[in-house]
């Protein structure tokens, strides 16, 4: 017997409803708001949307197994991050960043590569657990997690399987093989060597263990050059994979054209970018994903000029780049907020951008990122009576409820006085 849920009475209900396509444009201010609004969902899936009036006298409502109370609050699609390192160091609580230098830790390549090796996978995993967690509480509920601090083959197949038992466990998650950032000790000196390493050995043995859906590249001054970058990921396109970029973050490098004409589902970062890298940018079906967080706290010298992106036609997805010896926040409420002050966005941009065309940007748009039907009952419910509050609640945890594929798995506990 189906196990049907009724969500009722929601302030507004954020369904996302629009273009089949990545939201550019004005479409990215549209949310789908459904005033009083209620949704069915049966087995996970969601079965109606719409006034809470007409959903809970359907025959189906009336003999939910569930039913969720949602009077003054706000119910929209659970957050979904597209750029995290998941899987990383802990802080180095002794660096600069105590005595109040904003710059970058140095050697975090080699910090984060050493980490890895000298922790088992089953620890590397209950850190890991820990962590979507956290982000479960804060009501992000698909995440994409990187590898690339493996460094060598061992470290990077360790990641993998790890981020690979993590999702058989039932978190959204979304496994990249990040090409590592920079070339062990072992290959020191010798990078066009490392590099046919990766495209001749690593790139076939990931493939054939179907260990990630993405192959990411660092494009960038301390990683790899635009030619090197493409090397890497027209060979990961010859596997069947696809593909990503971090680019133009540090640095311009002349890497947007490139991703675009190779087809890369998104390019990440984007900081340094020019008013024509946008363009090409806003003319292609490739998302661009930025990430306000690490900015906001010193590690890039400029907020990505989401605007300017956003004017030029940009489809563009916001993510937290989570990484816990950088940037450690699970809060895509947070990120909005940034998104809000520092980089132009309206509410509604900032939203779209951390749900459905985040969807776009791991390519799990057709299950999830909206409040239709035949979609994945992924939603969120905030405790405030309306959406535009988010940006003024800065670093505060709104969810009072996260659901993924239809179960309650976060409830927001009592205090005890």
């Known amino acids: 017997m189906a196990q049907t849920v009724l969500v009722r009475g929601a302030r507004q209900l954020l369904t996302l409803h629009g273009p089949t396509g990545p939201r550019r444009g004005d479409s990215m201010r549209q949310l789908g708001v459904i005033e009083d609004g209620a949704l069915l969902i049966s087995d996970g899936i969601i079965t109606n949307v719409g006034p809470t009036r007409r959903i809970e006298n359907l025959a189906e409502a009336r003999v939910a197994s569930e039913e969720i109370n949602a009077s ?38 080699f910090y ?7 922790t088992s996978g089953p620890s590397l995993a209950f850190q890991a657990k820990r962590h979507l967690q956290g982000f479960l509480r804060h009501g992000t509920t698909t995440v994409e997690v990187k590898t690339g601090y493996g460094l060598d083959e061992t470290g990077e197949m360790k990641m993998l399987r790890v981020i690979a038992q993590l999702a058989e466990s039932g978190f959204g998650i979304v496994p990249s093989f990040l090409t590592p950032h920079t070339p062990p000790p072992e290959f020191t000196g010798n990078l066009e060597a490392y590099l046919v390493w990766i495209r001749d050995h690593v790139l076939p043995k990931v493939k054939t263990r179907r260990l990630a859906q993405f192959v990411d590249t660092f494009c960038d001054p301390s990683g790899y050059s635009v030619e090197h970058a493409n090397l890497l990921l027209q060979a990961a396109r010859r596997l069947g994979f696809e593909t990503k ?17 190779m087809g890369a589902t998104s390019i990440d970062g984007l900081n340094q970018i020019d008013k024509s890298d946008a363009m090409v940018l806003g003319q292609s079906q490739t998302i661009g994903v930025v990430m ?20 030029e036609g940009a489809a563009l997805a916001l993510a937290s780049g989570f990484n816990p010896s950088v940037s450690a926040t699970y809060n895509m409420m947070t990120v909005i907020a940034i998104a809000c002050t520092h980089m132009g966005m309206t509410i509604e941009e900032a939203i779209t951008a951390t749900t459905i065309n985040g969807a776009f940007a791991v390519m799990s748009a057709p299950r999830i990122g909206s409040l239709v ?9 905030l405790g405030v ?4 509050e988010i940006p003024y609640q800065f670093g505060l945890n709104l969810v009072a409820l996260t659901m993924r594929k239809g179960q309650v798995i976060y409830r927001e506990g009592a205090v005890e006085w």
């Open 72 to 109: 003054g609050r706000v119910v929209m699609p659970g957050f979904v991050d597209s750029h995290t390192h998941l899987i990383a160091a802990p802080p180095r609580v002794g660096d600069l960043r105590n005595s109040g230098d904003r710059s970058p830790s140095k050697g975090a390549a």
């Open 112 to 118: 984060n590569a050493e980490h890895i090796r000298r």
């Open 245 to 261: 970029i971090h680019a133009e973050q540090s640095v311009r490098l002349g890497a947007v054209r490139m991703a675009v004409e």
């Open 292 to 311: 306000p967080g690490p900015t906001y706290q010193g590690y890039d010298s400029r907020m990505p000029p989401a605007r300017m992106l956003i004017d």
């Open 373 to 381: 039907f035949g979609k994945d009952a992924d939603l969120i419910m």
């Open 385 to 388: 009576s309306d959406y535009r």
